[in-house]
């Protein structure tokens, strides 16, 4: 499968494509690894120092004493610095431990440490330490449980955000089990926080967000059957027109799976519905209830939702965000926060230049690679980008028309 990494968003696309992603998109913007400090000989000495004040407190109290929690994570601390990353993961770890040990397993101290391991843990693109790291951090902030309050709310939101990013960065097969905990995981937290008067506005538009985005992966993932003459269901994505599943075959998982792809389009606009009854304003649950509809073959509706929201837009005061809305690939904003160093193979990098039509769809599309040594991707992300859904461009009459389209793009096989 081929992976296009851009600028704006991730996206699939024609409505009526058995299977209309293709590809996924991720931001440009995400945080690179700075470059080290020179390890200088008084930092090698000032390491080597800390180093032997730590084995003589760990002498004196044990592996876990009090006394050893602030070195270890100032050491730590020095060695990322300094670029020593397995190091500072060794210490953070250690200090980590020294933490549970003296102020409790659920301790909120343990947080800024948490985060410092992620960070080195996900620049070194360890996919499956990362994971591991940031439910632990879930689960230390309650995994959305009861009784709510705004840090435990906004860990939920961020755990999901996170947690579709691996699984987009991963690999599907064998992960159909996960992809089904994390779609109702998100329902049933969503649809409490909707439900409840005192949270509903500041996360229910953001928990369907985050909803909505599963089941663009199901959308994306799920291959739908069809039932062939002689009433046999196969697989579309078979090679070999003779090679079938019959239902019977199927695991509990993928029967699920696909019944939750039959009814992605009305389950879809329900949750984007409820979230705008709950927050009216709230313009990125009108855009993503307008990307939906445009998305699925509802032209009228959709367009009539960008109107709204060119409008807004036209008359916002804020000279950051005033002007006309610009088209963006579908689903827009569903996907962050998306990180390039979680992409564990090779990327190649070109500069986009296209045409976008009144449909959505680009045309005249170039690609000029930034890298003139490396194109082998060059002509399956051409192909593969025709196949992109955008959001149109809209005249002054409020109809859609065609728009010159740039950005730099990132694929990876």
Not at 64 to 76: D, I, V
Not at 179 to 188: K, R, V
Not at 351 to 370: C, F, H, M, S, W
Request: glycine share 6%; charged share 25%; aromatic share 8%.
């Amino acid at each position: 499968m081929l992976w296009i990494l851009l600028c704006a968003l991730p996206v699939p696309v024609r409505a009526d494509d058995p299977t209309p992603w293709g590809l996924t998109l991720f931001s440009t913007m995400a945080r690179t690894k700075t470059t080290p400090a020179v390890l200088t000989p008084e930092i090698v000495e000032r390491l080597d120092k800390r180093a032997e004040e730590i084995i003589s407190l760990e002498r004196l109290g044990g592996p876990y004493s009090q006394e050893l929690t602030e070195p270890l994570l100032a050491t730590a601390s020095l060695a990322a610095e300094y670029g020593d990353d397995e190091r500072a993961i060794e210490l953070y770890r250690w200090g980590l431990y020294t933490l549970r040990v003296n102020t409790g397993l659920n301790s909120p101290a343990q947080l800024p440490v948490i985060e410092q391991i992620l960070a080195l843990v996900k620049a070194q693109g360890d996919l499956e330490g990362f994971r591991e790291k940031t439910d632990y951090l879930y689960r230390l902030m309650g995994r959305g449980a009861k009784p709510w309050n705004h840090e435990r709310l906004a860990a939920a939101d961020r755990w999901l955000k996170v947690r579709t990013e691996l699984f987009l960065a991963g690999r599907f097969e064998g992960n159909q089990g996960d992809l089904l905990f994390l779609i109702q995981h998100a329902e049933t937290l969503r649809d409490e926080v909707c439900a409840d008067s005192e949270w509903a506005r500041g996360f229910c538009a953001a928990l369907t967000l985050r909803l909505v985005s599963l089941l663009y992966l199901v959308d994306h993932y799920v291959k739908p059957l069809v039932v062939d003459q002689y009433g046999i269901s196969q697989r579309t994505s078979y090679a070999s027109p003779m090679a079938y599943n019959n239902d019977l075959n199927l695991t509990p998982q993928e029967q699920r799976l696909i019944s939750i792809k039959q009814g992605v389009r009305s389950r879809g606009r329900r949750l984007l519905d409820e979230a705008r009854d709950v927050s009216p304003e709230n313009p990125r649950v009108i855009k993503a209830l307008a990307d939906w509809s445009w998305f699925h073959g509802r032209s009228a509706e959709a367009l009539a939702l960008y109107r709204e929201l060119n409008e807004s837009y036209e008359n916002n005061t804020n000279p950051s965000t005033a002007g006309r809305m610009q088209p963006t690939p579908i689903p827009d904003g569903l996907f962050d926060p998306r990180d390039l160093s979680l992409i564990t193979s090779e990327v190649e990098s070109y500069d986009l230049e296209a045409t976008i039509n009144a449909r959505g769809l680009l045309k005249n599309v170039t690609l000029n690679p930034v890298d003139p040594m490396r194109t082998s991707l060059q002509v399956k992300a051409q192909r593969r980008l025709k196949t992109i859904r955008f959001s149109p461009a809209l005249n002054d009459s409020g109809e859609p028309t065609e728009a010159e389209y740039s950005i730099r793009i990132h694929v990876s096989k």
